[in-house]
DNA sequence: TTCGGCTATGACACCGTTGTCATGACTTCG
DNA sequence: CGAAGTCATGACAACGGTGTCATAGCCGAA
């Protein structure tokens, strides 16, 4: 491969200064940039970024871990959007700065983390994200030497740089906008209750009802997932979650699910029965993961989980850092989605 | 950030030593071995890949591409499943061999391709992998110096060496295991009809009529998806492929659908008609997508997309060639998926 | 005219490792 | 007992850039 010196050859000028042409460095003369700029492009000259990094000590490369960095284990239940959103976001931005993405899974085994922020400390990487499957508290491993560490869906207990869903405002907007279209009795069927997202989110329902002067019926209320359960354990749960509120005296207009994927499976259901959505009955989910939410027949209505722009905002947390900004410990930044509206809701029909 | 000579001082000896330490080169006596050891430990000595990499000319990084690649502009309805489990494959071979991997996403402008593999190209990768979204045909960008490319999911016109899932044997496959359990009027309800996977499947499933000596029966046989449509005209499109063939006057047994997607709409259609799945009419998908296959009542009886397996595939050709082996253009490498099968498919009820 | 200041450029060392080659101590064998 | 061979180690240069400082040429002001 050529090097610097093969084009200061032929363009006649000194290594240093085919160095500040390519650094668009001052002053160079205008004839002496073009004959060097020629020599580049005649040679197909890519300078090296490793011996730039030896010199002036920034690699231009950020390290992100993804995978088992839970203190739950994975459950493929709630990891219901593809985190690769989530490095879109990230990568989008930080290709915009230059920055070039180094990526490791841990397969799911914690134990392997360590090993990688190894590898991302050998290449002298300027930064690192964690991301998380699905909004959690983590923790992160020893650092290693490594500084400017960022957490994507989740947060830890040292106040490292988060970023996080906000899994209350959206619940609350969405309830907001079905008791704006008449809704009085709104079930929420839940994920599995322990999660971070289950209790915002439960926040976010009840003070909504509140906001709007509606009693809170617990009865409408009700896990409709556990963690850890056998596919025909969840399956019966979720039955007899929808079944109880559905044998209500005075029974729920809408019921929202807890995901996507279960509204998916509540219109399996409803349907085998012989109701019909959304005449009979209208539903909402959550995470907008449009590979069911647009697929779906009526298109569901539901709450983004904006993963692009959450990347991005982790992104621009961490070049911030770079660019010698404040560190901005701070609480989570918590990004809101938007209420997704469509068919899978109508007004409630008199009975 | 301390260096080799730090440890060299501290250890009592040469940075020569010390690298021969690090790099398990003989010849290194024991006691000396466990000095610098120690050395290292003491100071949290981390090598710098830069370095080396000038040095050795072995950077230790692959580069990886995905994203709007292809000469098919993207279409969401054909990403079944999210690329991220070909990045997974590839990364766990990568990992240990001790190659660490370098993503770029085109964000879905293929213009920005040549920028990306300069930016690899500053970072001297040792190979580049493009990842199609789906099987297809690619036309790669011009590789600016670089060598050693793969393609996972897709193939080009010159022979590149290319990891694609083996369509064919998948639906053959699944079809045969049909007939097996008794089935005799299959219908096939397609993917756009210009894509590779639905040439490739077609072929199977007629194949695995031929074999059993059974016709084929052209109305049982349409595409039930047109590329760029709008969602009504693809609903459209669907609703009217799954009505001609229940119409027949010697309607399917069961229905295959091109996708796991296809087969959920197809569970909603039929049950909002009043049909049993699978008590009146079987339904097969293509690609396990597990968040739908899984998640389905009943769950379905689909075929396994490799794509972990593609990815290691894709890895251990690039592999191979780093380790000097030979170049292997060939045509190519077919991966076969399983059958998974699932409660979506009971024999045919007689009528 | 002379001198300070600015512009454009180059010489040189250095970043952190490793390949090449040399060297000294110790074995082994005839 | 000396020559040849092995083992453990170190000196030195080189990889491809960039930071620091020096320098030559030119300008305008005193």
Not at 15 to 34: E, F, G, H, I, Y
Not at 179 to 196: F, K, N, Q, S
Not at 297 to 317: C, D, F, N, S, W
Not at 332 to 351: E, H, K, L, M, Y
């Amino acid at each position: 491969m050529p090097t610097i010196y093969d084009v200061a050859k032929i363009a006649g000028v000194s290594p240093k200064t085919v160095s500040r042409v390519l650094n668009d460095a001052t002053p160079v003369a205008q004839t002496t940039r073009r004959a060097v700029e020629a020599a580049i492009e005649q040679l197909g000259y890519v300078p090296s970024y490793a011996a730039r990094t030896m010199r002036s000590n920034r690699s231009g490369l950020v390290g992100l871990i993804s995978g088992a960095i839970s203190e739950v284990p994975s459950s493929p239940e709630l990891s219901g959007l593809p985190e690769i959103y989530i490095f879109q976001g990230i990568q989008t931005l930080l290709r915009q700065a230059g920055k070039t993405l180094l990526i490791a899974d841990t397969g799911g085994d914690a134990a392997t983390i360590p090993q990688l922020i190894k590898t991302f400390a050998e290449h002298r990487v300027e930064g690192v994200f964690y991301v998380a499957p699905y909004h959690q508290p983590v923790t992160l491993p020893p650092r290693q030497g490594l500084a400017n560490f960022v957490i994507a869906n989740g947060f830890d207990a040292e106040g490292t740089p988060a970023v996080v869903p906000d899994d209350y405002a959206g619940q609350k907007a969405l309830v907001a906008r079905l008791i704006e279209v008449g809704h009085r009795r709104i079930a929420y069927l839940t994920l599995p209750r322990d999660v971070v997202a289950t209790r915002e989110r439960t926040a976010g329902y009840i003070d909504a009802l509140k906001d709007a002067g509606l009693p809170v019926d617990p009865a409408l209320l009700r896990p409709a997932e556990a963690l850890g359960q056998s596919p025909e354990d969840g399956r019966r749960m979720l039955e007899y979650a929808l079944s109880s509120v559905l044998a209500l005296p005075d029974p729920p207009t809408v019921i929202c699910a807890g995901t996507d994927r279960l509204a998916m499976q509540f219109y399996g259901i409803l349907r085998s029965r012989g109701m019909r959505v959304p005449e009979d009955i209208s539903i909402t989910g959550y995470d907008d993961y449009r590979l069911i939410s647009e697929t779906l027949y009526p298109p569901l209505t539901t709450v983004e989980l904006p993963y692009v722009r959450m990347g991005q905002a982790a992104a621009k947390i961490l070049l911030d850092r770079l660019a010698g900004g404040a560190p901005a410990p701070a609480p989570p930044q918590r990004i809101g989605g938007a209420v997704r509206w469509r068919d899978s809701v109508v007004p409630p029909q008199r009975a």
